[in-house]
């Protein structure tokens, strides 16, 4: 990032009425300083803008029962683009994420951040925030209500970025037969859209009986990147689904590396990573997939026939539904169905004992620099999953 101008916010001592943006004065909400920069603010010709969220308070908005920020931007003039990205982050004189919470109440749908379908929504950063549901159940069940942390509603938005996320506690109310409640939902976005470093956790409500509840849920994507992502407890959803809506193949060309994917997908249909069978140039490499149900750990819908696919370095383990379904376009090597000897599964601590399988068992070429934690990953020597080993 090359942050050439910035403002401020801060859920604790900011003013949306005598607030100007500026670190002296920053304003209380995230939607005044969306709705500044979308109708006030002179943007420079290049170089990114940053809003910094202090980590004083939630931020979750009590006049709209809909969504805490509503990002509509519909002019040339202000807006991201790809010379002047936009940049929603936690303060960086902060540690911790900033937290941006949805709406209570069950009267509609309820999201932490909207991105509109206009041509100007796109080129979006959103770093070191924490998007929370409170696992409190909140929208309508069924098809007239959602509870979702991010949501990218069109056709017309491109170049969106996850990093040091954490996605969790999205509910729905009356959700006995199916809820609609995801960490990020898009509708045919054309990408590319990343996650890197992040936890997504606890989507859906524990114990329901209803279909839904997953970590990502992406219609129309290409060019995913999904790189040392913790996902666990999706109650009876997929950590990470790729629908197709159309008949299309979202998922072409998607990169799924160093993930951990534990316990998801129990009580319904579930569990890990759902994509089409006909998607082509999938990596699917360097995780662990372990202990999920019920679907295959990596399941086809609907199947078809894709091309160049490589499952690679995977370490199964104790998936109800089988460690992954047969297409034709897929190669699986290098595999191993073993313990994956997590520290203390039962209180989700999913990094490695020093006897895992999992050390050293990676393809160099998707490993990035370090692992979630920060911790180095050795080139030649990464462990598989978001964590490296490192000894306590």
Not at 44 to 62: C, E, M, Q, W
Not at 75 to 102: E, H, Q
Not at 269 to 289: E, F, H, M, R, Y
Not at 301 to 309: A, I, K, M, Q
Request: charged share 15%; aromatic share 12%; hydrophobic share 35%.
């Amino acid at each position: 990032m090359n942050v050439v101008q910035q403002w401020y916010v801060d859920a604790a001592a900011g003013s949306d009425a005598t607030g100007d943006g500026s670190s002296g004065r920053p304003w209380r909400s995230v939607q005044r300083a969306a709705d500044y920069l979308r109708s006030s603010a002179s943007w420079p010709s290049s170089g990114d803008v940053a809003v910094n969220l202090r980590p004083t308070g939630v931020y979750k908005t009590t006049t709209d029962p809909t969504a805490t920020l509503y990002l509509d931007f519909d002019s040339a003039a202000r807006a991201p683009n790809a010379s002047r990205w936009l940049v929603w982050r936690r303060d960086p004189a902060y540690s911790g994420r900033a937290v941006i919470a949805n709406p209570d109440g069950s009267d509609a749908d309820k999201y932490g951040v909207v991105v509109s379908n206009t041509a100007y929504d796109n080129y979006m950063v959103f770093d070191r925030i924490r998007f929370t549901g409170e696992s409190v159940p909140k929208g309508l069940a069924g098809s007239n209500g959602a509870s979702t942390g991010v949501y990218l509603e069109g056709n017309n938005n491109h170049h969106f970025e996850f990093r040091n996320f954490e996605f969790d506690g999205f509910r729905q109310t009356n959700a006995a037969s199916y809820e609609s409640v995801e960490g990020v939902m898009q509708t045919g976005t054309s990408g590319p859209l990343s996650f890197v470093n992040g936890v997504i956790h606890d989507i859906a409500t524990p114990g329901s009986g209803g279909a839904g509840g997953h970590g990502v849920y992406l219609h129309g994507e290409s060019g995913i990147l999904l790189l040392n992502v913790l996902a666990y407890k999706m109650n009876h959803g997929f950590a990470f689904q790729f629908y197709s809506s159309g008949g299309g193949v979202p998922g072409n060309g998607a990169i799924v590396s160093h993930c951990t994917v534990v316990d998801d997908g129990f009580g319904a249909n579930g569990g890990t990573i759902i994509l089409p069978g006909a998607d082509s140039n999938v990596k699917i490499v360097n995780s662990i997939l372990a202990y999920n149900g019920s679907a295959a750990a990596i399941h086809f819908y609907p199947v078809g026939s894709g091309s160049s696919n490589d499952g690679d370095h995977l370490l199964f383990y104790s998936n109800s539904g089988g460690n992954h379904d047969s297409s034709n376009g897929w190669t699986w090597t290098n595999n191993l169905t073993q313990n994956p000897l997590f520290v203390d599964r039962a209180n989700r601590d999913y990094h490695l004992q020093a006897s895992s399988p999992a050390i050293g068992y990676s393809d160099t070429a998707y490993s990035p620099a370090t692992d979630l934690d920060g911790n180095p990953r050795p080139p030649g020597a990464e462990d598989a999953g978001a964590f490296q080993y490192v000894a306590r």
